[in-house]
C-alpha cells in the first residue's frame, strides 16, 4: 500500500541535507512521503527555500524568523519577508525560546510582528516554543492568532497546554522525540490528544528517532515516528498517515495554496 504522508517541518534547504537533497527526497519519497513543509529560520536561507518549491511541487514553504535569530529583524527584512510570504503556506518558524541567547524582550518583539504579518495576510503559522509557552500562548492570544491558527512545531508542553493551543486553532506536531527512550510528555500527548489534532514532523536535520539517535536525521526516518504513534494509539500505519497529513492540509489550509 502506498502511503500518503507530509513531513510537516524538515530544513531540507540547510546543510548537511542541502547537498544530498536529491538522494535525500528520492530516498523520502520512497518512503511514502508526498509533501515536505521547509520553513525559513533567518532571511538569508528565504531564496534559497523558494527555489527548491519552485523547482519541487513536494516542497511547500514557509518563511519566516527563528527566535535565535531575533537580532536579524529589521524594516527592510520585513519589506523582504513580506515578498516571500505570499507565495508561502505559512509564516514560520518563529516562537519563543529562552535557551537562545537573543534577549527575550527582542525575540518577544520579533514574534509579534510576524503574528501580525501572519494575520494580516491570512497565513497560519508554524510556532517553536520550548520552555515559554505560558508566555506564547499569551501572546498568540493577544494577537488574536486564532483568525489563521497553525502547527505547534515539535511540541514539547503538557497535555493541558497542547489543548490551550488546540482551542486556538492550531494541531500538535508528533516529532522523533516520541520515539526516544525517555520520551514522556510527547508519549502523553501522542496517546491522549484527538488524532484530529495531530500532524507529524521530523525537524530533520535535527532530532534524529531513537534507532538513529545522533546521526543526521531525515525525512524517511519519520517512518519511525509514524508507527510509535500507531502502536501507542493501536491503529495502523496506514491511519496514522493519512489522519496526520488531512491534518495539515485542513490546517494549513493547503488546496488554497495549490489553487
Ligand atoms: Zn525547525
Redesign the pocket.
Known amino acids: 500500500m502506498t502511503l500518503c504522508l507530509i513531513d510537516s ?1 524538515c ?1 531540507l534547504d540547510l546543510e548537511p541535507l542541502k547537498s544530498e537533497f536529491s538522494e535525500v527526497l528520492l530516498e523520502a519519497t520512497s518512503a511514502g512521503i508526498s509533501g515536505f513543509i521547509v ?1 525559513g ?1 533567518h532571511p538569508e536561507g528565504w531564496r534559497g527555500i523558494y527555489e527548491l518549491a519552485v523547482e519541487n511541487p513536494v516542497i511547500m514553504p514557509a518563511y519566516g524568523i ?1 527566535p535565535m535569530h531575533s537580532e536579524c529583524l529589521n524594516d527592510q527584512i520585513i519589506q523582504v519577508l513580506l515578498k516571500f510570504a505570499v507565495s508561502g503556506v505559512a509564516i514560520g ?1 518563529i516562537g519563543l525560546d529562552p535557551y537562545y541567547k537573543a534577549p527575550m524582550e527582542l525575540q518577544e518583539k520579533v514574534f509579534r510582528k510576524q503574528l501580525r504579518i501572519a494575520v494580516a495576510l491570512g497565513l497560519p503559522v508554524l510556532i ?1 516554543c520550548r520552555r515559554a509557552f505560558q508566555k506564547v500562548l499569551r501572546i498568540m492570544k493577544e494577537e488574536r492568532i486564532s483568525q489563521v491558527g497553525g502547527i505547534m ?2 511540541f514539547s508542553g503538557s497535555v493541558e497546554m497542547a489543548y490551550e493551543f488546540v482551542r486556538l486553532g492550531f494541531a500538535i506536531s508528533i516529532s522523533g522525540t516520541v520515539t526516544w527512550d525517555n520520551a514522556v510528555k510527547p508519549i502523553t500527548i501522542a496517546r491522549k490528544l484527538p488524532l484530529e489534532q495531530l500532524v507529524m514532523e521530523t ?1 530533520s536535520p ?1 532530532m534524529a528517532p531513537q534507532r538513529y539517535r545522533g546521526s543526521i536525521n531525515r525525512p524517511a526516518w519519520i517512518m519511525e515516528t509514524v508507527r510509535t504513534l500507531a502502536a501507542v494509539r493501536k491503529i495502523s500505519v496506514e491511519e496514522v498517515a493519512e489522519a496526520t497529513s488531512v491534518n495539515v492540509s485542513r490546517i494549513l489550509r493547503l488546496e488554497r495554496s495549490s489553487a
Open positions: 517541518h530544513h520553513p529560520v527563528h518558524e517553536h512545531h515539535a525537524d535535527d
